[in-house]
C-alpha cells in the first residue's frame, strides 16, 4: 500500500505529567453543571431549586437524538437553576449543587444487563457519554450506524498529541482494564474487521500497558505512531491506521471507519461493570504558571479554581487560562468556569509565555502549505477570504479544513492563518446557503 506523509508541526511535548498518576480532589462545596456539554441538543432540567439529589441521579434528561443525558456529580441540595451563562451573557441553562458533604450515591443505579445492540446503544446513551477528544458528540448517536455491515474499522484515539495533555494517557495506563472491556464491547456489537489503538511513541507506558492486555487478540492491533502533532485528528488516523482517505464532505463511516476517543470507551465501559454514570472527569492541571502539574480527577462542575489550588496555586500571576491544549483549546474567562464532560486539561500561562507575536507581511514562504496535514493552501485562502472571492475559496477546499492550527503555528510571519480558514468556512458556507435559496426560489417563479 502506498502512502503519501502526512504532513504536521513538530511542537515542544511538554508533556510534564505523564508519569503522574491521578489524583483525587477533595469535594467541592458547590459544582455548577450545565446542560450543554455537548454537540446537538442541551439536555432538559428534571429537577428544581431546592431539590436533593444524590451521585449519579439524573438532573437532565436527552431532549432528543443527538443530546445526552447528565447527572449529579455531588449529592447535596439544587440551589440554583440559572438561564444565562455567567460569562458569556448568552441562553445557557446550568443547575447548581450545594455539597452535602455526603457523597451519597443515588439508590436508583443499578449494573444494566444487556444482550443486543439496541440495549448496548440504550446504555451507551443512559451514562451519558460525548465524545471526550473535545468533539464532544453524543456516542450514542455516534454509534447509531446505519450500514453497520459496512463497517470494517474500529479507530481508538490514543494518540494525544496536544503538548501538555497527559490525562488520555493516564485513562490508558490506570484504566488498562476499561480501555480493554469497552473495546470488546465494541468488537462484540459491531463486529469490525480489525480495531487499531492508536498511541503516538512518546509514550511507551501506555503502549506496554496496551499491548500486553490485547496480547491474545489477533483482531486487535496497537499502531505505534510517529510524534508529530496533529496525528490525533481523525482523518489523519484513519489514514495512518487503514490507508483510507475521507473524501471532502464525506463521514467516516462513509469509508467503513469509526474512531472513539480512549476515555470515552471507558465511560461506558464503567457504567456496565459499575453502574455508574458519567460523573467525574480526569483532568491535566499544567501551564508555565502553575507551582504544581497534575493530572485529577474531579466532579464534573468544579470550578477550574479549585484544581489549580489543589496543584498548589500558581508560582506567578496567570495571564491565560486555556481549556484544553495549547494548539485547539480555548480561553477561559474565568476562574469559575466548571469541568464539564469534554474538559482534558486546564493550563494557565504567565504573560511572557501568552505575548502576541507582531503580525508582519507574507512572505510566500509556503510554509502553511508544506505542513498542512489536509495539504490545503492557507496562504492562497487568506487573499480569496480578503477579497471575499467565495467561489475561489470553494475551489480551495476551506471545506477540509480541520482547524488544527499547523499553518498558523509555522508561519514566520506570524499571520492568524487558522482564523481565517474558520472566517473562509463560515463565509462560504453562508455563500451556499444563499445561492441554494435563491435557486428554489427561481425555481418556484
Not at 467565495?390 to 510571519?413: F, H, N, R, S, W
Request: proline share 7%.
Amino acid at each position: 500500500m502506498i502512502r503519501r506523509k502526512i504532513k504536521g508541526v513538530h511542537p515542544p511535548h511538554n508533556k510534564n505529567t505523564d508519569k503522574s498518576q491521578v489524583r483525587i480532589l477533595p469535594d467541592p462545596p458547590e459544582v455548577t453543571i450545565p446542560m450543554s456539554m455537548h454537540s446537538g441538543i442541551p439536555a432538559r432540567p428534571v429537577v428544581k431549586e431546592g431539590d436533593e439529589v444524590k451521585i449519579g441521579q439524573m438532573i437532565g434528561e436527552s431532549a432528543g437524538f443527538v443530546s445526552a443525558p447528565i447527572h449529579a456529580s455531588i449529592s447535596g441540595k439544587v440551589t440554583r437553576i440559572n438561564d444565562r451563562d455567567p460569562a458569556t451573557g448568552r441562553k445557557a441553562t446550568s443547575i447548581t449543587i450545594t455539597s452535602d458533604g455526603k457523597q451519597e450515591l443515588y439508590e436508583g443505579l443499578k449494573i444494566p444487563q444487556i444482550s443486543n445492540l439496541q440495549e448496548f446503544l440504550d446504555t451507551v446513551r443512559d451514562c451519558g457519554a460525548a465524545g471526550l477528544g473535545g468533539a464532544g458528540f453524543p456516542t450514542a448517536a455516534k454509534l447509531t450506524i446505519k450500514d453497520i455491515d459496512k463497517l470494517d474499522y474500529i479507530i481508538i484515539n490514543g494518540a494525544e498529541c496536544e503538548p501538555y495533555v497527559t490525562s488520555d494517557t493516564r485513562t490508558m495506563v490506570g484504566g488498562a482494564e476499561f480501555v480493554h472491556y469497552g473495546v470488546k464491547l465494541l468488537q462484540e456489537y459491531f463486529k469490525p474487521k480489525k480495531v487499531y489503538i492508536c498511541i503516538e511513541d512518546n509514550k511507551q507506558e501506555a503502549i506496554s500497558k496496551t499491548k500486553e492486555s490485547f496480547k491474545d487478540d489477533q483482531d486487535v492491533e496497537v499502531v505505534v505512531l510517529p510524534t508529530m502533532y496533529p496525528q490525533g485528528e481523525r482523518k489523519v488516523l484513519v489514514y495512518n491506521a487503514t490507508g483510507r482517505i475521507v473524501p471532502e464532505g464525506a463521514r467516516l463511516t462513509d469509508v467503513g471507519c469509526l474512531v472513539m476517543n480512549c476515555t470515552t470507551i471507558t465511560v461506558f465501559a464503567r457504567y456496565l461493570k459499575l453502574g455508574i454514570p458519567l460523573v467525574q472527569k480526569v483532568v491535566t492541571i499544567d501551564g508555565t504558571a502553575v507551582k504544581t502539574p497534575r493530572n485529577v480527577l474531579a466532579p464534573i462542575g468544579t470550578p477550574v479554581r479549585a484544581l489549580f489550588e489543589f496543584c498548589g496555586g500558581f508560582t506567578k500571576p496567570p495571564k491565560k487560562i486555556i481549556a484544553g491544549g495549547p494548539m485547539m483549546g480555548f480561553a477561559l474567562p474565568s476562574l469559575d468556569m466548571p469541568v464539564v464532560k469534554t474538559t482534558n486539561a486546564v493550563l494557565a500561562f504567565s504573560e511572557e509565555d501568552v505575548k502576541v507575536p507582531k503580525m508582519t507581511a507574507c512572505i510566500k514562504c509556503g510554509r502553511c502549505i508544506n505542513h498542512c496535514p489536509m495539504s490545503l493552501m492557507p496562504v492562497n485562502a487568506e487573499t480569496a477570504y480578503k477579497l471575499k472571492k467565495t467561489e475561489q475559496l470553494d475551489k480551495l477546499k476551506v471545506g477540509m479544513c480541520v482547524e488544527c492550527g499547523c499553518c498558523a503555528y509555522i508561519c514566520p510571519a506570524k499571520r492568524p492563518l487558522v482564523q481565517v480558514m474558520q472566517l473562509s468556512k463560515d463565509l462560504l458556507w453562508n455563500y451556499k446557503q444563499e445561492k441554494k435559496a435563491q435557486e428554489g426560489h427561481n425555481g418556484k417563479t
